[in-house]
């Protein structure tokens, strides 16, 4: 059984920083594309960063050059550096592992983790 585990949400003042984790377990990850995604309040989820099987990292917009994202194939994990913290960045993160395989997506997802920024 495939399985994303995150770990590292919480809450924190803007200006803060937080690192999320992401453990798989079940698949041999390294061949797969990672990202993190969010759901703000209220919202619909989004991508915040991706990082393929190459190493190419993209990030979302309003996240760059405040959040990064790595990935340890030897781990089976990903994590998500989040500096400079903002309210906005309020939300459920989930853990993604998609790959393309004969034409057909595959995609994972982590149960979620709540990370809140507030003075």
């Known amino acids: 059984q495939v399985q994303l585990v995150e770990s590292g949400g919480g809450s924190v003042q803007p200006g803060g920083s937080l690192t999320l984790s992401c453990v798989g377990s079940?698949?041999?990850?390294?061949?797969?594309?990672m990202g993190w995604y969010r759901r703000p309040p209220g919202e619909q989820r989004e991508r915040v960063a991706d990082i393929t099987s190459e190493d190419i990292t993209i990030y979302e917009d309003s996240v760059k050059g405040r959040f990064t994202i790595s990935r340890d194939n030897a781990k089976n994990a990903v994590y998500l550096q989040m500096n400079d913290l903002k309210p906005e960045d309020t939300g459920i993160y989930y853990c993604n592992a998609y790959l393309l395989l004969a034409g057909v997506p595959v995609n994972y997802w982590g149960q979620g983790i709540q990370v809140t920024v507030s003075a």
């Open positions: 079940g698949t041999v990850f390294s061949i797969y594309d």
